[in-house]
Structure formats: structure tokens, C-alpha cells
């Protein structure tokens, strides 16, 4: 290429003006005009008064946050102009939030306009592979850089800043914290559990809403049953039917393979949940001639006369046992909880 195509070179402060006809000529970068915060030390500090205190700001927000979090309860509700009803809860961390990361970023943006250095620095185009002349180049301008950004010297901004930047993630525990109540050992029982030797509960059949007694359910057939007290119209019937489902089932005593299963039973009657060990499908397929019940979601199948043991299908548990037995009045009944969780696997699960 002729040297008479290629543009004017300028130097790096655009002191140099384009040749008049040239339309392609580098017109260089303007002349720098220094901010009011250059060259007047007065303004220099106020915008680092005005920088430190959005910092601050934020700081007050977040503990704002925390705050609220404690005072308000969930369901309290306010007014608030032009709004209207909202939750004082959910309207307090919003803002709060809002307040304290928009006053980290402004005050990021502020420092940067007013007191960060703002010379235009043209750097050359060169090859992708930086040679030790560039890196060394850039690490210098990098350090020229954090000392004009006065963050040695503006011990103000700096800790104002760490203490915003340390103090917005804890908005962040607190709303893990709010995910829920913790689950505590409420995985590792069903309502079962406050049946005792002392005080069984009975089994209700799930389609009579009656005491179930052993004449009730005859070889081969197969039934639902809940723990007496629990109705379907109370408040907490799904989530406690969720874990109590009981499935009955009666086998000619000598069909039963398993023995501890036969004990846990009455006269070839056993009480299995009704929750499937993979995903917590309900289990209501049962095939009376190989006493193998299967689960509609993923076609997990289990023996029932062998314990409830998987013999196809991804469930990676048999089916919890509820012992029974019949109480003075001939009704079925229990007398504890189930050996082991019911339902799916999940981390803390100890058998």
C-alpha cells in the first residue's frame, strides 16, 4: 500500500489536527478539559463526602434489611400510597435491597466520574500475544491506575466501600434462612407415631370411614386405610395423608416369605405404605396372584409377601411396615410408628 493512502499520524493528546481532505485522516482524541474536582481541592472533598456517603447509606440499608426481616411478621399488611395493600414484609426488603445495592453501584459510578483519573489513554493495536515490554506496560498503568483511584489515599471511601461490600451479603443469608422452617426429624415420622402399646390408634378403611376389623379384608383383596383422628376436612389432611396412606393387603399366612414381615402382620394381614421409595407416587396396583404391587409413575414393583422388596423398577427402598395387631374390641390397630421413613430417600436419611 502506498505511503500517500495511509492516515496522518497524531500523537497520543490529539494536539495534531487532520490534513483539510483527507476524509480518512485519525483526527486524534480531543484536549482534555480537567474536572472541577481536579483542580479544586474543596470540590475534590465534597465528592468524596458525596461517594462515602452512599456507602453509608447502603451500610444503614442492609441493616435496615435484617431489621425488618425481624420486625414485620409475614402476614401483617399495610397501606402505602399509590401502591395499596402490599405485605410490610416483602415491601420492606425490597426496598431495603434496592436501596443498598443501588447505593453501592451510584457511589461506584460518583467516585469514578468525579475523582478516579479520566486522561484518555490510546493503546496501539498489536498482536493478540502480549510480549514482557506490554505486560510490564500494563502492570505499570494498572498501579498508575489504583493510585490515581485514590484508594490508598481515600481512606474514607475505602472503608466505606468494605464495609457496604462485607455488609450486603448478609442479605443474602438471610433470605436463605427464610426458605422455610427447618425440617428437623419430621422426614423420619408419620402421624403413626403416637400410637403406643398403651393407646393404639385404629386403622380407618380410607372409603367407609369405619374401624377396620380383620373379617373386613379377605385373601387376595386389597385396601386403604388412615390413622383414626385424621379427617379430610381438617386443614392438614394432604400434607398428613401424604406419610400415613396406609396399604392393607391379606395373604394366606403360609404364602408369606419374608418372616419378620409375617410377624409385624395379624392372621396374613399386612399394613404397608402406600408411598413408593422413589418419587412418592401413590402405590395402587396390586396383582393378588404374585402379590406384587407395582407404582404408576415409574413401574417400581414390589413383593409384597417378600417384605415389600424391589424387584423392578428404580426405587432403591422396600415399602415401610406398620406393625398391627386388634385391640379388645376386635378393631385393627396400631401400636408405633413405621421402622424406618417412609417415601423417597433423601440426604439425612439414616436407614
Not at 169 to 196: C, F, I, N, Q, Y
Not at 222 to 243: C, M, N, R, T, Y
Request: proline letters at 7%.
Amino acid at each position: 500500500m502506498s505511503k500517500d493512502t495511509l492516515p496522518e499520524s497524531h500523537d497520543s493528546h490529539g494536539t495534531e489536527v487532520a490534513a483539510h481532505g483527507d476524509p480518512f485522516a485519525d483526527p486524534g482524541l480531543p484536549a482534555h478539559e480537567p474536572r472541577r474536582t481536579d483542580i479544586d481541592e474543596r470540590a475534590a472533598k465534597r465528592a468524596e463526602r458525596q461517594v462515602s456517603l452512599l456507602f453509608i447509606l447502603s451500610m444503614l440499608s442492609t441493616v435496615g434489611f435484617i431489621a425488618s426481616f425481624v420486625i414485620f411478621p409475614i402476614d401483617k399488611i399495610v397501606y402505602i400510597f399509590p401502591i395499596g395493600h402490599v405485605s410490610a414484609l416483602n415491601f420492606s426488603l425490597g426496598l431495603t435491597l434496592g436501596v443498598a445495592l443501588f447505593c453501592i453501584g451510584a457511589g461506584a459510578v460518583h467516585w469514578a466520574r468525579t475523582l478516579m483519573s479520566d486522561h484518555e489513554l490510546p493503546a496501539e493495536r498489536h498482536a493478540i500475544e502480549a510480549d514482557d515490554e506490554v505486560r510490564a506496560d500494563v502492570i505499570e498503568q494498572f498501579k498508575t491506575g489504583a493510585a490515581e483511584s485514590g484508594f490508598g489515599r481515600r481512606k474514607m471511601i475505602r472503608n466505606t466501600l468494605i464495609g457496604s461490600m462485607a455488609l450486603v451479603p448478609l442479605s443474602g443469608v438471610v433470605l436463605l434462612r427464610d426458605l422455610g422452617p427447618l425440617p428437623e426429624d419430621k422426614l423420619e415420622h408419620t402421624g403413626w407415631k403416637e400410637a403406643t402399646k398403651a393407646k393404639p390408634i385404629q386403622l380407618i378403611n380410607m372409603n367407609t370411614n369405619e374401624p377396620m376389623k380383620p373379617e373386613d379384608i379377605v385373601v387376595g383383596s386389597l385396601s386403604f386405610a388412615k390413622p383414626e383422628g385424621l379427617e379430610e376436612d381438617s386443614h392438614e389432611f394432604q400434607v398428613q395423608i401424604a406419610k400415613d396412606a396406609l396399604m392393607l393387603i391379606r395373604i394366606a399366612p403360609e404364602d408369606i416369605k419374608d418372616k419378620e414381615s409375617r410377624d409385624k402382620g395379624f392372621e396374613g394381614i399386612l399394613a404397608y405404605s402406600k408411598i413408593c421409595t422413589h418419587v412418592g407416587c401413590p402405590i395402587s396396583l396390586y396383582e393378588q396372584q404374585t402379590h406384587h404391587a407395582l407404582c404408576p409413575c415409574h413401574q417400581s414393583t414390589f413383593d409384597l409377601a417378600d417384605g415389600a422388596r424391589v424387584i423392578f423398577g428404580p426405587a432403591g427402598h422396600p415399602l415401610p411396615q406398620l406393625k398391627i395387631t386388634v385391640d379388645e374390641k376386635g378393631y385393627l390397630v396400631a401400636t408405633g410408628d413405621f421402622d424406618e421413613p417412609v417415601g423417597p430417600s433423601y440426604w439425612e436419611r439414616s436407614r
